[in-house]
């Protein structure tokens, strides 16, 4: 009986921490993105394209967050855009999220059609991820990298940005 | 004095031999290479025979998007192979970066999927630098003029990685059906989403 009330008071806990962390995760098409690269505000939006599969993507997604982190009170979004296999979402994406406990918001783009879109975010992209697009703010024009990103790199290029 | 004149040769080695930007377009003149197949024995476009050309693949072990692309990849080489363009599977991957894509760890996975086709390595990256892949799965098909080899499809093998039954447009299949009716290949460049090559750091 002890151990069914134990077993009841951890699972309780679990709930309540899983409540306290998760944020949901969207499946989006095409136009989310395209919206966002048409924003006509103020904000500073850095778009993240990753996925759990790519290495150098998982190891580079704590700089979006601490950089959102750091400029809290900034007009700066961080969103992370998932190109996993929307199938996975609850089974790999949702979980991936809240083992990392990654803070920014994160999507899931289900366009398989590739080729169909990637020339929109820049005719530059190859297709290999992690990149990123940089609009809004104080850009003229978007930027846009093909690469793995450290911290200070990052920071240092964003920080200009905002306005 | 030597030594600070090697300095500065050392340096324009490693920039000239850094994955290019620009690589092959199609039109251009594909370039050969000799690299080890799982079997052990050597690959080389020269080497190939009775042949019209090659679908010459940048893949690897451990990348999702390749995975997914593996039987699709054994399809085309059952289908276009006796029609004279055979599949030739490269791993360009660096394995100290990625060590699912070891030599070694190519030997067991063609075992496992029997690959009908060389899976050979691109040990020193140069073919994947030269070639100008960026990406795994990364495609370049290649035709036959007499011993010269011309790029004609440079891009992806279809346009749905993950849900093969719901592919729309076969581009490697549509440019080899254009070029075998000896029609010109109407989309001969495609992008997809992929792995980054693990280049040697």
Redesign the interface.
């Known amino acids: 009986m002890k151990i069914k009330i134990t077993l009841l008071f951890l699972f309780f806990l679990f709930c309540i921490n899983l409540r306290g962390n998760a944020q949901s995760v969207e499946i989006v098409k095409w136009d989310y993105i395209e919206n966002l690269m048409n924003q006509k505000s103020d904000t500073l939006y850095v778009i993240n ?1 990753w ?1 759990t ?4 993507c998982v190891k580079e997604l704590p700089y979006f967050d601490r950089l959102a982190a750091e400029n809290k009170s900034a007009k700066l979004k961080v969103i992370l855009i998932s ?1 996993d ?1 929307k ?1 996975q979402l609850e089974s790999r994406i949702i979980p991936f999220v809240k083992e990392k406990n990654i803070q920014s918001k994160v999507v899931v783009l289900d366009e ?5 879109w ?2 929109k975010v820049n005719p530059e ?6 990149a990123t697009l940089i609009v809004g703010g104080t850009t003229t024009t978007p930027l846009f990298f093909e690469k ?1 990103f450290i911290f200070t790199e990052l920071n240092e290029i964003v920080k200009p940005l905002i306005k | 004095m030597k030594k600070l004149l090697i300095l500065p040769a050392i340096l324009f080695l490693f920039i000239a031999a850094s994955p290019s930007e620009t690589g092959f377009k199609v039109g251009d003149k594909a370039a050969d290479f000799n690299l080890k197949n799982v079997d052990g024995k050597m690959v080389s476009l020269a080497g190939l025979k009775n042949n019209k050309g090659a679908i010459v693949i940048f893949t690897c072990n451990h990348c999702p998007c390749s995975v997914a692309y593996e039987d699709r990849i054994i399809a085309l080489h059952n289908k276009y192979a006796a029609q004279g363009y055979p599949v030739v599977a490269i791993n360009p991957n660096d394995p100290v970066k990625s060590p699912d894509d070891s030599f070694e760890a190519m030997v067991v996975r063609a075992n496992e999927k029997k690959f009908p086709f060389p899976y050979i390595y691109d040990v020193d990256q140069k073919v994947a630098s030269v070639y100008g892949a960026v990406r795994t799965p990364h495609v370049f098909v290649l035709t036959r003029e007499e011993n010269a080899y011309n790029v004609t499809y440079i891009g992806a093998i279809d346009d749905n990685t993950y849900e093969p039954e719901n592919v729309q447009t076969r581009y490697v299949e549509q440019a080899l059906d254009e070029i075998l009716a000896g029609k010109k290949v109407t989309t001969n460049f495609t992008k997809a989403i992929g792995c980054t090559i693990k280049w040697k750091s």
Not at chain 1, 53 to 56: E, K, L, N, Q
Not at chain 1, 112 to 116: D, E, G, K, Q
Not at chain 1, 125 to 130: L, R
């Open positions: 394209f996925a599969w790519c290495a150098p190109l296999f199938k398989p059609n590739y080729n169909s990637i020339d992209w190859s297709g290999a991820i992690p793995e």
